[in-house]
């Protein structure tokens, strides 16, 4: 076999079978194939796509190039979540604890924050003390005393994704469906959850633009997880303003915290609460969505759930747990809107982009990142807001534009008349 021919073959349109797919995996991942040639396979599978079959294959490929997570150890159910990565996004801090409280088993590997999109493990690393590097026996003990862990991936996990996924940022070989799914799917597989839920953004933040590609690669997620008799389910939810209010590691998980403690956004609220819902009734915890919902905010409500939180930080290294002054930045500088009026778009990309300007992203993943800086809403869509105050705190240290002002304002529309809340949860795919 010759990387060559199955390189012309998807340039052709031509199926690749399990074994060539095996064959250029392996040959990638043991460096026996070129970043050039591996280069032209991704850019004729962005052009002309895999079918669900090769796609399958191919997930399957990455999958096996190296460990695979065994949960057996840990009781009961065995649940794990992905968000495709967006602006703003904390649902892990809040996601995790709940579950935990409502009786699941979140064993979680997450990733880190690249772009204008932000990671859980740089939130994370964002309170003092806590380290995401645990490793497999901590990971598994942690996630059966206290019902959850989230930890960064180790090396050997899934480390064709790891050299395909950096190959694939600097080729323009990205957005592609079957290689966002097998991506995706491929490490969710080798973390061993029983029921998979998949948080597929959609909007300007994201990347998928509209519900319909949110909708296809969903769907093409989900076939790849019944081959593996796991349990998928995906929310196609709006990226077209961020989630929550606050953008920014230490910014986020004070919101996360507010969430928790009942005082929080009500958008992050409802979209954790409802993935925990489903958990619950996917997993046939509970058989009926409202009695899964009610239990939910049950847990949310009575303080079990920001208990958890706390137990899960302290298990994994927090040495405080006040978070009084726990953002330390040079200035907090408030911007307010050029008129009065009803907020009708807040752009998440901009938003995002801006944040990692001013430090609380990476352009590249060699970047360092601060971890006290970002962006605060003060109001969501939907609501009014008045010229005279503050539409968001800039939190900022030494990374400054003098244009940040002026981009973000141009980034928020403002209507004279009334304007619907907007709708996060668009659809639920099984
Ligand atoms: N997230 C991933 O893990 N992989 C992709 O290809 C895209 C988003």
Not at 119 to 148: A, C, Y
Not at 321 to 346: M, T
Request: charged share 30%.
């Amino acid at each position: 076999m010759r990387a060559i021919d199955l390189i012309e073959k998807v340039r052709d349109k031509k199926e690749l079978t399990e074994e060539e797919i095996k064959y250029f995996i392996n040959g990638y991942t043991n460096d026996e194939i070129e970043d050039y040639q591996v280069s032209a396979f991704l850019m004729a599978v962005y052009f002309n796509g895999l079918s669900d079959e090769e796609t399958c294959y191919l997930t399957d490929a990455m999958l096996n190039s190296g460990d695979i997570i065994d949960l057996k150890e840990i009781e009961g159910i065995k649940v794990d979540k992905h968000s495709t990565g967006g602006v703003g996004d904390k649902t892990s801090l809040v996601l995790g604890p709940l579950v935990a409280a409502c009786g699941l088993n979140l064993a979680k590997l997450s990733g880190r924050g690249l772009g204008h999109t932000g990671g859980t493990l740089d939130k994370l690393e964002s309170i003092p003390g806590v380290t995401i590097n645990l490793n497999e026996e901590r990971f598994l003990n942690q996630v059966n005393e206290i019902g959850m862990a989230i930890a960064g991936q180790t090396k050997n996990l899934v480390p064709a994704d790891k050299k395909l996924y950096a190959l694939r940022d600097v080729t323009g070989t990205v957005k592609s469906y079957p290689l966002i799914a097998s991506s995706i799917m491929s490490k969710k597989l080798a973390g061993g959850a029983d029921l998979i839920a998949i948080d597929c953004k959609y909007g300007s933040g994201a990347f998928m633009k509209t519900i319909e590609e949110a909708e296809a690669l969903s769907r093409l997620m989900i076939k790849i997880g019944k081959k593996y008799h796991k349990k998928v389910f995906s929310f196609i939810t709006d990226m077209k303003s961020p989630l929550g209010k606050a953008i920014g590691n230490k910014l986020e998980v004070l919101e996360a915290i507010n969430c928790l403690q009942n005082k929080g956004p009500k958008d992050l609220e409802t979209l954790c609460v409802e993935l925990c819902s489903y958990m619950l009734y996917k997993s046939k915890t509970i058989n009926n969505l409202n009695e899964a919902r009610e239990f939910t905010y049950s847990k949310l409500r009575d303080g079990s759930a920001y208990k958890k939180f706390i137990e899960f930080i302290k298990a994994q290294g927090a040495i405080s747990l006040d978070f009084n002054n726990f953002i330390q930045v040079k200035e907090i500088i408030p911007l307010f809107p050029r008129i009065s009026g009803y907020i009708e778009e807040i752009d998440a990309l901009t938003l995002g982009k801006v944040s990692m300007l001013i430090g609380a992203g990476r352009a590249t993943k060699e970047d360092s990142i601060d971890p006290e800086v970002g962006i605060l809403l003060n109001k969501q869509i939907g609501e009014y807001i008045k010229i005279d105050e503050p539409i968001l705190y800039i939190y900022k240290n030494d990374k400054w534009d003098n244009d940040i002002p002026d981009i973000l304002l141009n980034a928020i529309k403002i209507s004279k008349t009334e304007v619907k809340e907007k709708k996060l949860i668009e659809k639920v795919i099984e």
